[in-house]
């Protein structure tokens, strides 16, 4: 008989922390393009690939892998000729939606200040790079 013994408390900052995996998994960017298509509706395969612009079908099957894996997204197939398989997301997956919306409105809201700040970067190092 298994039993599960009290794990002991996370730290994210400790390097052994298995929590960093979870955090590398939902700070990825198709993870976040993946659960934010399926916050509303279950969505085929071919559905999220044409959604996502830049996604190879290696990554998507990857990414999607990942997340059943961990309990986030449920994949269904359908004893159908040819096969339909859809995903959605658990009610674990669907408790990341509000930190994902977020994130996702907070990247949109402030895309044109990180792109002044970059351009203003690269502007200040390539003069200092001349100069030295």
Known sequence: MVTLLDPPPSNVFDA????????DLIADKWTVL?????????????????????ISQKMLAQTLRGLERDGLVTRTIYPEVPPRVEY?????????IPTITAIRDWAETHIQSVSVAQTQYDASHDVAAVNT
Do not use: A, N
């Open 34 to 54: 993946i659960i934010s298509l399926l916050e509303t509706q279950r969505k085929r395969f071919s559905q999220l690939q044409r959604s996502i612009g830049g």
């Open 88 to 96: 959605e997301l658990t009610p674990l997956g669907q408790t990341l």
């Open 16 to 23: 052994d922390c298995p929590t960093r995996r979870v955090l």
